[in-house]
C-alpha cells in the first residue's frame, strides 16, 4: 500500500520504533510508493466529506440530538 502523506510516513518510521508495527513495514510502504510520488507527498491528506458516519449525517439532518 503507498503512502499517502508525510504524516503517515512519519507514524510509520515511529511506530516500527517503538515496536508497534513489525520491523521493515515502513521501507515496504515507502518502496510500494516510489520516489517520484514521495518528493510531492502532501503534509496532510484531508478527509473525504462525502464519506461522513452515518450518526453524524443524522445529527446533521436534526433526526437525533
Known sequence: MPIKSLRQMR???AAEA???RPKG???KFVAETG???LAR?????KKD?????PLVKARRAGKTK
Do not use: H, I, N, Q
Open 11 to 13: 507514524y510509520l518510521f
Open 18 to 20: 517503538r515496536g508497534e
Open 25 to 27: 513495514t515502513a521501507d
Open 35 to 37: 520516489k517520484k510520488k
Open 41 to 45: 507527498l502532501p503534509e496532510v491528506v
Open 49 to 53: 466529506r462525502r464519506r461522513l458516519d
